[in-house]
């Protein structure tokens, strides 16, 4: 171990967002036998209620001076590589140096070091460095040196989660609230908050921006519903004018849970279905199930003209136990139509078989996605329940 360890160059400051860089100097000295050790940035998180993530990123430390150092990322993934993590600023970890230096030498270690966003009210902004044995047998001194930010000043947005901190729930389209305040008190003031689903179905349900407006006091409230099943993490973007900078703000995971819905194309599409019950006819008796495959998402010509842009066509496989029939369909608003343009393999069948499979879906049914499983309902009773194969 060294005899001396010092920062020199204080103190250290950063400016947000024009200077976020400075330069940390380790002064080091050896004693008779030289020394050999291990050294790092230790994390700074923000110590501000309801913000995570580290105020610092250092990169690769250079020698002033005589020595011997290694640098290598202390490792990847942490925190941030769980699904819906979200983090202010930094949230890898940083890098793990070595230094041996000779008999009685000394010398100065460049640590560069950034400041990871806008600077918050009542933040922790103490720059440690801490110094260890290699071998990991002893102690870790630490060295402090508080760091002077300064710039363009950032909001929190702290949403009230309840009862469990950091969770809200909604089930079957019920409203959940979102609520909360603004760190500085932002009045009258628009919101952005965006939900992005980290755990869902497949296919998973779009991003989805909610709009809120501040009161006079800057807080907010407002009901919402959510059409899917599906894990949201919540990030809100305060709209300010220039006076605050524009990071954004962790929120609550949000978990939905929904049974049913409309069908869209791509819950349907490159999937094959089977029917698992049939009403609303007598045309299937005998025949035990009906079969329907989506496919598409094909960009075509379907003019000719080459000023005018392709179209995206998708089709529908069906067979109702006989001939396998094929076409084009539609999906809109969770309306099923198919094509009257149709093709079929020609096998010799009973006839009303397949007729009655082509009129109901040409006539259109109402598609919808029922506990997984596709259920098309029509006019007459008709009602289909149509498991994945």
């Given at each position: 171990?060294?005899?001396?360890?010092?920062?020199?160059?204080?103190?250290?400051?950063?400016?947000?967002?024009?200077?976020?860089?400075?330069?940390?100097?380790?002064?080091?000295?050896?004693?008779?036998?030289?020394?050999?050790?291990?050294?790092?940035?230790?994390?700074?998180?923000?110590?501000?209620?309801?913000?995570?993530?580290?105020?610092?990123?250092?990169?690769?430390?250079?020698?002033?001076?005589?020595?011997?150092?290694?640098?290598?990322?202390?490792?990847?993934?942490?925190?941030?590589?769980?699904?819906?993590?979200?983090?202010?600023?930094?949230?890898?970890?940083?890098?793990?140096?070595?230094?041996?230096?000779?008999?009685?030498?000394?010398?100065?270690?460049?640590?560069?070091?950034?400041?990871?966003?806008?600077?918050?009210?009542?933040?922790?902004?103490?720059?440690?460095?801490?110094?260890?044995?290699?071998?990991?047998?002893?102690?870790?001194?630490?060295?402090e040196s508080p760091v002077q930010v300064g710039g363009k000043s950032g909001v929190v947005v702290r949403f009230d989660?309840?009862?469990?901190?950091?969770?809200?729930?909604?089930?079957?389209?019920?409203?959940?609230?979102?609520?909360?305040?603004?760190?500085?008190?932002?009045?009258?003031?628009?919101?952005?908050?965006?939900?992005?689903?980290?755990?869902?179905?497949?296919?998973?349900?779009?991003?989805?921006?909610?709009?809120?407006?501040?009161?006079?006091?800057?807080?907010?409230?407002?009901?919402?519903?959510?059409?899917?099943?599906?894990?949201?993490?919540?990030?809100?973007?305060?709209?300010?004018?220039?006076?605050?900078?524009?990071?954004?703000?962790?929120?609550?995971?949000?978990?939905?849970?929904?049974?049913?819905?409309?069908?869209?194309?791509?819950d349907l599409n490159n999937r094959t279905f089977r029917s698992e019950s049939v009403q609303g006819t007598k045309k299937?008796?005998?025949?035990?199930?009906?079969?329907?495959?989506?496919?598409?998402?094909?960009?075509?010509?379907?003019?000719?003209?080459?000023?005018?842009?392709?179209?995206?066509?998708?089709?529908?496989?069906?067979?109702?136990?006989?001939?396998?029939?094929?076409?084009?369909?539609?999906?809109?608003?969770?309306?099923?139509?198919?094509?009257?343009?149709?093709?079929?393999?020609?096998?010799?069948?009973?006839?009303?078989?397949?007729?009655?499979?082509?009129?109901?879906?040409?006539?259109?049914?109402?598609?919808?996605?029922?506990?997984?499983?596709?259920?098309?309902?029509?006019?007459?009773?008709?009602?289909?329940?149509?498991?994945?194969?």
């Open positions: 171990m060294p005899v001396s360890v010092s920062l020199e160059g204080q103190p250290y400051s950063a400016d947000w967002p024009d200077s976020p860089d400075f330069t940390a100097r380790l002064k080091v000295v050896a004693g008779e036998e030289g020394a050999e050790f291990g050294f790092r940035v230790d994390p700074t998180y923000w110590g501000v209620d309801g913000v995570s993530g580290l105020v610092f990123r250092d990169g690769q430390a250079a020698l002033d001076g005589p020595g011997q150092l290694t640098s290598e990322r202390a490792g990847a993934g942490g925190p941030s590589a769980m699904p819906g993590y979200c983090a202010r600023g930094e949230s890898l970890p940083g890098f793990h140096n070595e230094l041996k230096l000779p008999p009685n030498a000394s010398t100065v270690v460049e640590m560069p070091v950034s400041l990871t966003a806008s600077p918050l009210a009542g933040m922790d902004s103490t720059l440690r460095i801490s110094y260890y044995a290699t071998s990991h047998s002893s102690l870790s001194p630490v060295i989660t309840g009862s469990v901190p950091g969770y809200l729930e909604a089930s079957n389209r019920k409203p959940v609230i979102l609520a909360g305040s603004t760190s500085p008190a932002l009045p009258n003031t628009e919101i952005l908050i965006k939900a992005t689903p980290f755990i869902a179905g497949n296919p998973p349900p779009p991003d989805r921006w909610i709009r809120v407006t501040t009161d006079s006091e800057g807080n907010f409230s407002q009901k919402v519903s959510f059409g899917r099943s599906a894990f949201w993490r919540l990030v809100a973007f305060p709209q300010d004018d220039s006076t605050y900078d524009d990071e954004p703000s962790c929120g609550p995971t949000l978990k939905s849970t929904v049974d049913t819905y409309l069908a869209t194309y791509s299937l008796i005998g025949q035990k199930k009906i079969t329907l495959s989506f496919s598409g998402g094909k960009w075509v010509d379907h003019d000719g003209n080459s000023s005018t842009p392709n179209r995206l066509i998708y089709y529908l496989t069906g067979n109702a136990g006989c001939n396998t029939i094929f076409g084009q369909y539609w999906l809109k608003d969770g309306r099923l139509v198919w094509s009257r343009y149709l093709g079929s393999t020609e096998m010799a069948c009973p006839k009303p078989v397949d007729k009655w499979l082509i009129r109901t879906l040409r006539r259109g049914v109402k598609a919808r996605l029922v506990k997984g499983k596709l259920v098309l309902t029509g006019g007459r009773g008709i009602r289909i329940t149509l498991a994945a194969k």
